[in-house]
């Protein structure tokens, strides 16, 4: 008996099944194409794409310390560090302090916490506070005002130009004279401020150019200066000054700089054309007069700038009486100076001994410890608008000689500090000071700050030798794989 041959399985059905929908997709989809391709294809694109190199990648693990080499530098290195450090300290003697960090950690100290002279160091102070209480962003403004406006290019009475304090207003002939050592730079121009006075359509002045530095008090000349500074070395001042109280033509300082300064903007008026029935002299403005025009200074950090590179103590001492304007509103030293102690402690800084008399440094009754000097150093940044003010090794300002045989130079800033007070045998002392910062390459920084006080320390004999070893101790670190080695690879 033949058995019947049994049917297709349920597996091969569904197969069947499943395949006649996919050949169907795929007829349609040859159809498809087949039109696309009768249609007229778009113009290939002429410009061609330029993939970048790509970076090497780093090898270096996300986890690993070369991720911080700063750190991992310091830790390798700090120990070799205050080793070579010691030699310096043995140099110094009761008289004068010093103190070295790196990155704000102690590397060594000697007499760190005496209050000693500190010579022009004492402009350090000086920006830092007014860095932080007047900010980055501060200008000063003078301006040009009258009781009546132009009236046909007329003003019926007087012209008075109004100081802001700005310490470094100056005719465009100042920075090029030659009667600076270290001439004026980053300067507000009182040749464009006289532009300003003929673009708003002065002609005629029937009155007086009138010089007013009523902004801050009368005191031209910090009390405590040593004989034959005043005026000299720095002074007259006033919230109106302009060329270190100088006019063209005319080598010394004038004694009223106020009227010094009425005199240079209607010299310049008269050059522009512009017609003064009166003179120059120094006085107020009323409350009532009306702006005619007015000239912004850079902002602060380049006056700071000005300040420490050319160790300007006119700036220096306008500087600080400004910041007695914005901490009390009265534009005088002692305002000026008690706000630097209150910023000073509110950062934490001890300032149980130390003595502010003024804002150059050029008062020996200045005291500053070099714990003080090196607290407001580690505050800011080697980079910042502080240490990017400080002369240059070898390079700027009054470090523009020194160190030009170290391998300090081109990178170690410093503030300088100079005063001879003779007679030798006598107090006061002679002081050297130097402060700043020497970056390392691949980040971080280290601070310093060396104060020498002695008799005859302000000799080359005496203090070069420390200085060079300062330089050279420096220089020392790191003393083995720095933060550039260090870094990711």
Request: hydrophobic share 45%; with cysteine.
């Amino acid at each position: 008996m033949t058995r019947a041959r049994a049917g297709a399985g349920p597996a091969v059905v569904l197969v069947l099944l499943a395949l006649v929908p996919a050949v169907a997709l795929w007829g349609v989809w040859r159809w498809a194409a087949g039109k696309a391709e009768s249609f007229d294809a778009p113009p290939p694109t002429t410009v061609p794409i330029v993939v970048p190199e790509p970076s090497p990648p780093l090898s270096t693990a996300i986890v690993s310390l070369r991720r911080t080499p700063s750190l991992l530098s310091r830790e390798l290195n700090l120990d070799e560090f205050r080793s070579a450090v010691t030699p310096l300290l043995d140099t110094i003697n009761d008289r004068s302090c010093v103190a070295i960090s790196l990155d704000g950690i102690e590397v060594g100290d000697r007499t760190s916490t005496l209050p000693v002279i500190p010579a022009s160091v004492q402009k350090v102070m000086v920006a830092s506070v007014a860095l932080e209480l007047l900010g980055p962003e501060f200008v000063y403004t003078t301006t040009v005002r009258a009781v009546e406006l132009p009236v046909d290019g007329v003003v019926a009475g007087d012209l008075y130009l109004v100081g802001g304090g700005d310490p470094v207003l100056s005719g465009d002939w100042y920075p090029t004279s030659n009667l600076e050592r270290f001439p004026v730079f980053n300067h507000t121009s009182l040749d464009t401020l006289a532009d300003s006075v003929v673009a708003a359509g002065v002609r005629r002045v029937d009155g007086n150019v009138v010089g007013d530095g009523s902004r801050y008090d009368d005191e031209w000349f910090a009390p405590g200066w040593a004989q034959g500074v005043a005026g000299v070395e720095a002074g007259p001042y006033d919230a109106l000054m302009a060329n270190d109280a100088r006019v063209l033509g005319d080598e010394f300082r004038a004694s009223d700089p106020n009227q010094a300064a009425a005199r240079e903007l209607l010299r310049l008026l008269t050059e522009r054309g512009v017609t003064v029935g009166g003179s120059a002299v120094s006085g107020v403005a009323p409350s009532d007069a009306s702006d005619i025009a007015a000239i912004d200074s850079l902002p602060l950090p380049a006056i700071v700038e000005e300040m420490l590179a050319n160790s300007d103590n006119n700036t220096a001492e306008l500087m600080v009486k400004e910041l007695g304007v914005a901490a009390s509103g009265e534009g005088t030293r002692p305002a000026g100076l008690t706000a630097m102690l209150s910023v000073l402690q509110g950062w934490g800084v001890d300032v149980s001994d130390l003595v502010l008399a003024d804002g150059s440094g050029l008062a020996p009754a200045n005291l500053l410890t070099c714990d003080a000097v090196i607290a407001v150093l580690q505050r800011f940044d080697h980079d910042g608008d502080l240490g990017a003010g400080l002369p240059v090794a070898a390079t700027t300002g009054t470090l523009r000689g020194i160190f030009t045989d170290s391998p300090v130079a081109g990178r170690l800033r410093g503030k300088t500090g100079t005063l001879n007070n003779p007679p030798f045998n006598q107090d006061p002392p002679a002081v050297k000071g130097l402060a700043g910062y020497l970056p390392v390459d691949g980040g971080g920084a280290i601070e310093y700050s060396l104060l020498l006080n002695g008799p005859t320390i302000s000799d080359q004999s005496e203090y070069r030798p420390v200085w060079d070893l300062l330089g050279q101790v420096l220089a020392t670190y790191p003393s083995g794989a720095g933060p550039a080695e260090l870094g990711p690879r």
